[in-house]
């Protein structure tokens, strides 16, 4: 025993995997040439047991011993209803949110990064490599390296370690190495180093960068959204949430959750489907994901095969994209600015089992500071997507007269994205969002892209 | 229920009053002219409800049952084994650390200031005044203000307001209105604004300007520390604890906790301070405060009665003391940079009944480093002095062979501390301690001063 707790037996045991559940078999992922990516395609990346999760048909898995140990520093995470919430909106709908930001990191990105860093241990690897951007998930790495004695290298986006000192600063105390990304270690990196000496980075970078430091160097390259294993080790969310809500007789009408690779809204509603799938779930539950206006993958994509980074190293995905080098613009929910989604939950999407709504930047803040001086709690500019959807359910639930119940995930905190409070605060907040043609654009590529396979 | 939570029974519905069993009375505090304060001199600057508090002889004070709500939002706080320090130690001691992190402003603080804000609220009062310094005082009385729907004006030491905008912004993030001090809105502040337009401010500066605010303008005052009814809402953290760590069939030898004016260590230390005075303690269990030698007010002051502020407005506390005008070197540790200590905690201490022991900055953050890298968590510096003393504890009893048990209040995160470990990380942070003349030369001033008294 770990933590002092009552709820310890609420922490799950096992995650699940909705792939077996699914309403349709998942596309494959594919080579450039056409051909599905094989488990051992993978292994060069991956620790062969996350491999085998990724590829896995089995509906549960078990977490072991040591995962579930360190899950006990945090979780389980608190569901609590939002009263004060319900009360300033004068609505007669109850709005629960699970809270992942009592987590060290200050997120749900450590269920995973814990997770990937055991088995990678366990495997005898001493080094992993990763990409970040403003720093959520590459300090949920470092953290969960150290606890696991590995060493971390964490390739961060050059624009946010001279920007954002402070998750830098985050990482390198849980011991990572981190490296402003262009960067002279990989090919990749001197390439666009030689192009501008002061390239700011992307994501894309960063991630070509981990990926041939790992493959050249015998480390492993972790990943933090939208492939299965990693969203199955974010369901310990939904499976405590179905045990906590039943403790106020209660269930959701509606799971809702922000969306960028998906993880965080699957890690909360996959639990559920899998009760509506079988019979369990005592409501017709829906699912909704929320995204920002100004990266619509799922309100304005395509569900199209696509690769999943910006270089095009990646097997192709078959997902909801707005194309791979689309420029997502600055906003402040680094973690929702992605091209594409899980295919997991693209397929969902895409077979109408689960519903997608996209706000703008301001409506987004404006509802995140109602929510913080109604329940305290300061939400990440990504969760704050979700606070705005559960705020517009609960006024329709008002308008419309019904007592509907509304569970978000609240996926993480927003102590260390002040800044952007800030700006909300001094009214110089921007709202950004592409215009028809330009996502046009970048889909028409995709489309190319898939005619042209062989 | 606000909390889906098996452990909601554990969060106490009632604090608990030291006083009454205290091995002295506890001295009076006492005007200038040497004549106790009565309760209702408090009343012109504190809710009723809260002076009664202050000058109870119960032991037992119930809690409403609004502040419990709020409460629960994110109480119980976690106590966890930290067996991944103890292996990193090789100690056979089994330490624990309770976490007050968790609570949406990130510290122990908002125990009281959501209690001090429902009193005033209840009593009918709009607006409350108070100051800070760093910031952790202030965001818990705008998080608590926010929740009851009073307003808030808090003054920020000028220096910290310019240097750490981040606690300025969650203040004003929950709708508090943030005061450089020196300000021109009182007469204190513009009489220190005359001599210099640019005044960096001070914490006694900030406390006058917040006092002759509430008083001249119809506001409540609220404090963070010291005063009795400030620590009694504290107590829930050890009645929590009491209750957790039998869970673990475990009872601590050592608490341990870190000491600025005293609230987060008495909060745990006082219910089994308790358990010992009725005889329900399983061991004969120690208490142990934690100072900055920057600041050692327990292990290098004395016990007189002195000022409880710089500008010498407060009444005189019998108290551990260095002297009301000694200036604290600016250690990270902004919440224990304070000249005097609560004085239920010195009357213990100068019985022999708390133990006090004082780290020098770095040691301390190499602590607070060891800790986050073995048990993920990031203590914020004034907690890591209690890490510090926890860390030494488990070598001695390593050395000794002795398998004691060490419960420590971990008070607070340290995600909005990172600039501190920054500069720790880059080996510069300075190590500061007033020289013995120094010392010598404030409590003197501290003599005379009782010396004087009529």
Same mark, same amino acid.
């Given at each position: 025993m770990r933590r002092s707790s009552t709820e310890e037996w609420?922490? &799950?045991? +096992?995650?699940y995997n909705i792939v077996p559940d699914l309403p349709k078999p998942l596309p494959p992922y594919l080579k450039p040439n056409g051909e599905p990516v094989a488990p051992k395609d993978f292994e060069m990346l991956f620790a062969r047991e996350l491999v085998r999760q990724e590829f896995s048909q089995e509906r549960w898995i078990s977490i072991p011993r040591e995962v579930r140990d360190v899950y006990l520093i945090w979780r389980p995470t608190p569901l609590v209803r939002a009263r004060r919430l319900e009360e300033a @909106?004068?609505?007669?709908a109850r709005i629960y949110y699970k809270f992942e930001g009592v987590s060290p990191p200050g997120s749900h990105k450590p269920n995973t990064a814990v997770a990937q860093l055991y088995y990678v241990s366990r495997e005898g690897v001493g080094r992993v490599t990763t990409e970040t951007g403003a720093g959520q998930w590459g300090s949920s790495v470092a953290f969960a390296a150290s $606890?696991?004695?590995?060493?971390a290298t964490v390739y961060m986006v050059r624009a946010s370690y001279l920007q954002k000192p402070y998750r830098r600063v985050l990482m390198e105390l849980w011991g990572a190495e981190v490296v402003p990304s262009p960067s002279d270690r990989t090919e990749a990196g001197r390439r666009f180093l030689s192009e501008d000496p002061n390239h700011p980075g992307s994501l894309g970078i960063a991630i070509s960068e981990a990926v041939e430091d790992a493959v050249k160097n015998g480390a492993k390259y972790v990943l933090g959204s939208v492939l299965n294993h990693v969203l199955i080790h974010q369901t310990v969310i939904g499976l405590e949430a179905l045990e906590q809500i039943r403790q106020f007789d209660d269930y959701p009408d509606y799971v809702v959750g922000a969306c960028g690779g998906g993880s965080s809204f699957s890690g909360l509603f996959w639990p559920f489907y899998y009760e509506k799938k079988v019979g369990k779930a005592e409501k017709d539950v829906k699912f909704l994901a929320v995204e920002p206006k100004a990266v619509p993958t799922l309100t304005k994509g395509e569900y199209l095969y696509d690769f999943g980074d910006t270089a095009g $190293?990646? &097997?192709l995905i078959k997902m909801f994209t707005i194309g791979h080098d689309y420029k997502p613009p600055p906003i402040h929910?680094?973690?929702? +600015?992605?091209?594409?989604?899980?295919?997991?939950?693209? @397929?969902l999407v895409a077979e109408g089992e689960v519903g997608a709504v996209a706000y703008g930047q301001r409506e987004v803040f404006e509802a995140a500071v109602l929510f913080a001086r109604t329940e305290g709690v300061v939400p990440a500019p990504e969760s704050a997507h979700a606070v705005k959807a559960a705020v517009e359910l609960a006024l329709a639930a008002k308008r419309e007269g019904r007592p509907i119940t509304i569970l978000f995930n609240m996926s993480g905190h927003g102590l260390l994205d002040l800044a952007a =409070?800030?700006? =909300? @605060? +001094?009214?110089a907040l921007p709202d950004v969002e592409p215009s028809a043609e330009a996502l046009a654009k970048h889909i028409e590529k995709v489309r190319q @892209?898939?005619?042209?396979?062989?």
């Open positions: 609420m922490v &799950p045991t +096992r995650w @909106l004068k609505t007669p $606890l696991f004695g590995v060493k $190293l990646t &097997p929910a680094g973690g929702l +600015r992605y091209h594409g989604c899980a295919p997991t939950l693209s @397929l =409070y800030d700006e =909300y @605060l +001094r009214g @892209l898939q005619a042209a396979r062989p």
